[in-house]
């Protein structure tokens, strides 16, 4: 086969255009810093990242699901807290005013009764409590859990949050299930409250001794639920550890897929232009002056 200088010329240009598209894609890889500088570039690992990208965006939603219930529940730890110091403060007026009794002077006694009032209001306030913008002890309704009477108007819904693949947790408990069911022999908290309020000012020792035990019903109930909560926040810590690592681990291997090595492919552009010079140098003795001037 004869080989002619345009057959010459065509192969030298050939291999000069290769020589400067490598080295382009080894200086885009080292300013952008990623080893996937197009998809077609590497299709298994462009194929791997997506999968790697979605897995991780997945992670994210469910991180930020266990921060929704820990923030939630945090809310929750911290309002029954207060609602125990307001029921112990209920009862030390309790005994103040039996100690009182019934022969003590009505002024006092109402006096008492209103600081009862005032624990009550203190409690109801409370158990409204929102985290955002919603009611944590309502269930899934709108609005407030009770009014200002008192009166429920949540429901026993349920709000569950995603904690793992296939794992959940309840993260709210009902107004009902902290403060007591209303009517029946006992009530709710606010209505013993209530009569606690209305026997201190009659001077009643016998309902007052009543209520007072109400009252202790109503702390260990409340204790109860601070427990179950302290139990639920345990679960969640645990289970975002583990969301964490493997957010962690997630993003180390999406790096190890799509980010460079500074210093090897520091070497790769070194290599390239070293290279491509050298191409360079042998064309200068085969293309046209002008033409290799332009290519420079």
């Known amino acids: 086969m004869r080989v002619t200088s345009s057959m010459v010329l065509r192969s030298t240009l050939r291999d000069l255009s290769l020589g400067l598209s490598r080295l382009q894609e080894q200086q885009t890889k080292l300013s952008t ?10 299709p298994t690992a462009t194929s791997n990242a997506m999968s790697m990208r979605q897995d991780l965006r ?3 939603q469910r991180l930020r699901s266990l921060d929704d219930a820990q923030g939630w529940l ?25 100690n009182t009794g019934g022969n ?24 409204n409590t929102t ?14 859990a009770y009014d200002p009477n008192g009166v429920y108007g949540g ?28 009517g029946g022999p006992v009530g709710d908290m606010f209505e013993v409250l209530d009569r606690l ?12 001794a009543a209520e007072r035990t109400n009252l202790d019903a109503a702390t260990s109930r409340v204790s109860a639920a601070t427990v179950e909560v302290g139990t639920r926040s ?30 090897e492919t520091l070497i790769r552009v070194k290599a390239e232009e070293g290279s491509y010079q050298a191409t360079l140098q042998a064309a200068a003795k085969i293309l046209p002056p002008s033409l290799l001037d332009y290519l420079r």
Do not use: C, H, W
Not at 131 to 144: C, P
Not at 158 to 175: H, K, W
Not at 197 to 208: E, K, P, Q, V
Not at 249 to 262: A, C, F, G, P, Q
């Open 234 to 263: 345990a679960r969640l810590e645990e289970a975002k550890t583990r969301a964490e690592d493997n957010q962690l681990l997630l993003r180390t291997r999406l790096s190890e897929v799509e980010d460079v090595d500074i210093v």
């Open 74 to 98: 945090q809310t929750a730890d911290a309002t029954l807290t207060s609602s125990l110091t307001a029921i112990g403060r209920a009862k030390e007026i309790a005994v103040r005013a039996a």
């Open 155 to 182: 429901n026993s819904a349920r709000i569950i949050r995603d904690v793992a693949p296939s794992t959940s947790i309840e993260v709210n408990l009902t107004g009902p299930e902290i403060f007591g069911t209303a």
């Open 58 to 60: 997945r992670a994210e």
């Open 131 to 144: 985290y955002g913008e919603r009611s944590i002890f309502n269930g899934t309704a709108t609005g407030g």
């Open 197 to 208: 309020a209305t026997a201190i000012s009659n001077g009643d020792n016998a309902a007052m």
């Open 33 to 42: 810093g990623k080893e996937i500088t197009r998809p077609s570039a590497n």
């Open 104 to 127: 003590g002077d009505p002024a006092a006694r109402n006096a008492l009764a209103t600081e009862i009032r005032s624990v009550r209001s203190e409690l109801i306030a409370l158990a």
